[in-house]
């Protein structure tokens, strides 16, 4: 598999590419698209599941896995930031396209990978969101993996930020990752996990895990994903209006765009932080948001690596 930077060289044109309509396709199947570069690793382990005959669920599921294992990572699983009473709380989903399957919990707490306890609501529950302690204790029934959070170096860190009230804003980062899979029977699939705002209020559920918000797929259409400020995103419904720009006919990442100019014009405003990747039935994939870092990983059995969208509006 080639590993590649795609936009690093002139990512404005292949931006520009993309954002006509052209390109950002891929033939290759599966095709793979998450948010933000560490996505890269979750698309790969997820189309090695695949290509070693694992479902597209099992990939979803182990792709973010990756994601959540990484104790580097301050914004998705273990390694999450806690909220400001110093608590990780985590949110995560899951879809699937083929009868438009759905679970989600929110405000997950001590459970090492919230995308399999969404799953598991998905599958064996006749419900669709579990949040809080009852989200935890049907996590434990089900036999998932605890985990001690926050980290040390995240305990140090809110520690420091209680301390310093000035540090707030500098250490609210927020990174979620949405794995989106179109797989090669053409089905489609997505999840997404996050421990949300970093020092966020106790109890507080952002997009993420909000069907709709933070994941959107359907079988007929495409699917979508967001990161960034949830508060920005679930109001408007953003994954689900990216899905329903492309079955109106707009590219991936006109429709991604087309979320953000919305979302905007409403807010009034473009510092929103809101970014979205999104992925169509035909294989075409793109991504467009308001923040200058925000990148898009993509990977195929024939290429593998991270892109860089036009910023909208
Ligand atoms: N959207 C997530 C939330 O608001 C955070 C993020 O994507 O960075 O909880």
């Known amino acids: 598999m080639a590993q590649t930077t795609l936009a690093a060289a002139g990512g404005l044109a292949l931006g520009e590419r993309a954002w006509s309509g052209e390109g950002a396709q891929s033939a290759a199947r599966p095709v793979l698209a998450s948010t933000w570069g560490f996505g890269q690793q979750a698309n790969e382990a997820a189309l090695k599941i695949m290509q070693q005959g694992g479902s597209t669920l099992d990939a979803v599921e182990q792709g973010i896995w990756v994601t959540e294992a990484d104790l580097s990572n301050s ?27 759905a ?81 090669a029977e053409g089905h489609l699939a997505g ?46 419904c953003g994954s689900f209006l990216a899905v329903e720009y492309m079955r109106q006919g707009l590219h991936p990442q006109e429709a991604c ?27 075409r994939h793109g991504a467009a948001g308001t923040d200058e870092g925000f990148q898009y990983a993509l990977t195929t059995p024939e290429e593998s690596g991270v892109r860089t969208p036009l910023r909208a509006p």
């Open 191 to 236: 999840g997404c996990s996050t421990s949300g705002r970093g020092y966020k209020l106790p109890g507080r559920v952002g997009d993420s895990p909000i069907l709709g918000s933070g994941l959107y797929v359907d079988e007929e259409v495409g699917a979508a994903g967001a990161t960034g400020i949830g508060e920005n995103i679930m109001r408007y």
């Open 75 to 101: 914004s998705v699983g273990i390694g999450g930031t806690p909220n400001a009473e110093g608590v990780v709380q985590l949110d995560a989903c899951i879809m699937w396209g083929p009868g438009h399957k």
């Open 103 to 183: 679970g989600s919990v929110a405000a997950l707490e001590g459970i090492a990978h919230p995308i399999s306890a969404a799953r598991r609501v998905m599958e064996k529950t006749s419900h669709v969101m579990l949040v809080g302690e009852g989200a935890r204790q049907f996590a434990l029934a089900q036999g998932l993996e605890t985990a001690q959070m926050p980290t040390e170096e995240r305990r140090q860190a809110w520690l420091r930020w209680r301390a310093e009230q000035e540090e707030r804003k500098k250490a609210q980062g927020h990174d979620t990752i949405a794995l989106l899979v179109l797989d």
């Open 257 to 283: 765009a087309e979320v953000v100019r919305r979302i905007a014009k409403s807010e009034g405003r473009a510092d929103l932080s809101i970014n979205f990747v999104a992925l169509d039935k035909a294989g």
